[in-house]
C-alpha cells in the first residue's frame, strides 16, 4: 500500500525543487551572458566595418553576371605547356664563363674552343663593402678689404649631420620600411659599421620633413582642388597636452593623397580642408561628418560589409545581401562613363524593392533605416564621370598609417606629427604615380641645397 506523502513532505518536496529552479535559472542568466560576450567578440572580427577575408559577395555576383554563353575550357590555369616563360633580365656588369675543366667519366681535359654555350642565368650582389662617406667641411671667416665687411662660409644649417644619400635612405627605411628608430640605428650600423643614435636619427627626419614642407603643400592643393575626393580618417595616439588621442585624415585621387592630423574627429576639421558649399563629389562612408555635405558618394564597399553581416543572420538577410551585391554589380558595369539611360532609375526602384523586404527583425529595421537615408547617395555616381563606388582607396591608404601606429604606438610632439603626415603624403603620392621614392627625395635635396646656395 503506497502511502501519501504528509504536507511537511510536500513542502520539502516543493522548497527542493524551488533551489533547483533558482540554480538552473542562474545557470541560464550566466550561459546567456558568456554568449553575449562571445557574439561581441565575434562581431568585432565579422562586423560590418572589417574586411573580409573571404570572397566579397558582390564578386561572387559578379560571376552570376558573366556571360552563360561563356563555355568552360576545363583547361588548369596558367600558360599552355611548352610556353618559354619570362625571367628578369639585367644588364650585366660582369660575364663569367663556367667552361667545363674535364669529363666527368675518364676525367680528360676539355679544350674551351669544342664547347657551346647552352645557356646564361644572372645572380645578383651587392657591393663587397659599404663605406661611408665622411666629409669634413672647413668654414672660414674673414674681414673685406675693401669695405671692411665681416665675411664667413655658409655653416651646416641642415639639422642633421647626414648628407643627402643617408637622409634619403633614413627616410626611405621611416616611411617604405616602416621601421622604428632603433631598427634605423641597427640597420645603418649593421652595414656601414657606424653607430647613430635614436636622437640623431630624430633629427634627421624632422630635417626631411621640413624639405617637404612644400612637396606636401602643392600635393594638398592638388587633392583638395579635384572634383572627386575620397576621404576617411582613423585615430592615431597622441602623448601631449593632457591628451591621449588625435585623428589622421585623408583626402585622396587616384594620383594624391594628402595626410591631416587633426585634434579630433568631428565637423569642424572635415570642413577646415573642404569647403562646405563645394563643388567636389567626395566618396565617404555613412559618418555624421559629412552628414551636411551636399555630394556624397556613399561607400557600397560598407554597406555590402552591414548586408554580409545580415546575411549570416537569416534567410532574409542572405536574400537581402544577395540583391544588393548583383545591384552593385550592375552598376558597377555601367561606370565610368557608358552609363545608359535609366540606370539612376533602375537603380532607385531596385532599391526601394529592396526596402519593401523589410520585417520586425530589429537589425533588419535598423539596416533598412540606413540602407532608406542613404539610397539617394548610393547612387551619386552615375551622374558625374569618374566617381568610384567605394571608398577603398582611401581605406587602402590608411592602412599605411594603420601599420605606422601599431609599430610606433604614438606621437609625442608637434614636430612628430609632422615627420609622420610628410613622409606619408609625399611617399604615398609618389607610390600612387610609380616613382622611385628614394630617387624622387634625392631630387628635392639636391634642390634644396641649390636654393639655400
Known amino acids: 500500500m503506497c502511502l501519501k506523502p504528509t504536507y511537511e513532505e510536500l513542502e520539502l518536496i516543493v522548497v527542493n525543487q524551488a533551489r533547483q529552479i533558482n540554480e538552473l535559472l542562474e545557470i541560464i542568466d550566466s550561459l546567456t551572458k558568456k554568449v553575449e560576450t562571445l557574439e561581441k567578440l565575434l562581431n568585432i572580427y565579422n562586423g560590418p566595418n572589417t574586411p573580409s577575408s573571404q570572397v566579397p559577395g558582390y564578386k561572387k555576383a559578379k560571376k552570376e553576371h558573366e556571360n552563360p554563353q561563356k563555355k568552360i575550357s576545363g583547361k588548369k590555369r596558367g600558360r599552355e605547356k611548352g610556353h618559354k616563360g619570362t625571367t628578369l633580365v639585367l644588364e650585366p656588369t660582369k660575364i663569367v664563363n663556367d667552361y667545363i675543366p674535364e669529363c666527368n667519366d675518364c676525367h680528360h681535359s676539355i679544350a674551351k674552343n669544342i664547347q657551346k654555350h647552352y645557356y646564361s642565368f644572372q645572380e645578383v650582389e651587392s657591393p663587397v663593402e659599404i663605406k661611408l662617406d665622411v666629409i669634413q667641411h672647413n668654414v672660414f671667416k674673414a674681414i673685406c678689404p675693401n669695405c671692411g665687411s665681416k665675411e664667413e662660409t655658409d655653416k651646416n644649417n641642415k639639422g642633421t649631420i647626414f648628407g643627402k644619400n643617408m637622409r634619403s635612405f633614413v627616410s626611405l627605411l621611416y616611411e617604405v620600411g616602416r621601421t622604428p628608430l632603433s631598427g634605423i640605428s641597427q640597420i645603418i650600423e ?14 634627421a627626419l624632422y630635417a626631411n620633413a621640413i624639405v617637404l614642407d612644400k612637396t606636401v603643400n602643392e600635393i594638398k592643393k592638388e ?5 572627386t575626393i575620397h576621404v576617411d580618417e582613423t585615430s592615431y595616439p597622441v602623448i601631449q597636452d593632457e591628451r591621449n588621442l588625435g585623428w589622421i585624415w585623408v583626402y585622396a585621387t587616384k594620383t594624391a593623397v594628402y595626410f591631416d592630423f587633426a585634434d579630433t574627429r568631428g565637423k569642424k576639421e572635415f570642413e577646415r580642408n573642404i ?19 551636399p555630394l556624397k558618394q556613399r561607400c557600397w564597399a560598407h554597406v555590402l560589409r552591414e548586408s554580409k553581416a545580415l546575411s549570416k543572420k537569416s534567410d532574409l538577410g542572405w536574400n537581402i545581401h544577395n540583391l544588393l551585391s548583383s545591384l552593385f554589380v550592375s552598376i558597377q558595369e555601367t561606370l565610368p562613363t557608358k552609363k545608359p539611360k535609366g540606370i539612376k532609375k533602375h537603380g532607385l526602384s531596385k532599391i526601394n524593392e529592396i526596402l519593401d523586404l523589410r520585417n520586425e527583425d530589429a537589425q533588419i529595421i535598423a539596416f533598412m533605416d540606413k540602407l532608406d537615408r542613404a539610397k539617394i547617395e548610393l547612387l551619386t555616381a552615375i551622374d558625374h564621370d569618374y566617381v568610384e563606388l567605394t571608398n577603398n582607396l582611401a581605406e587602402r591608404l590608411l592602412r599605411s598609417i594603420v601599420i605606422q601606429r601599431k609599430i610606433r604606438g604614438s606621437v609625442a610632439s608637434e614636430n612628430g606629427k609632422k615627420i609622420l603626415i610628410n613622409h606619408a603624403t609625399a611617399f604615398q603620392t609618389w607610390k600612387l604615380n610609380k616613382v622611385n621614392p628614394y630617387e624622387e627625395f634625392l631630387k628635392l635635396l639636391e634642390n634644396n641645397n641649390a636654393s639655400a646656395a
Open 190 to 203: 649593421a652595414f656601414l659599421k657606424q653607430k647613430f643614435s635614436e636622437s640623431m636619427i630624430y633629427k
Open 275 to 293: 569647403d562646405p558649399g563645394g563643388s567636389a563629389v567626395i566618396t565617404v562612408d555613412g559618418y555624421n561628418a559629412y552628414a551636411s555635405y
Open 223 to 227: 587633392v583638395l582642388a579635384s572634383p
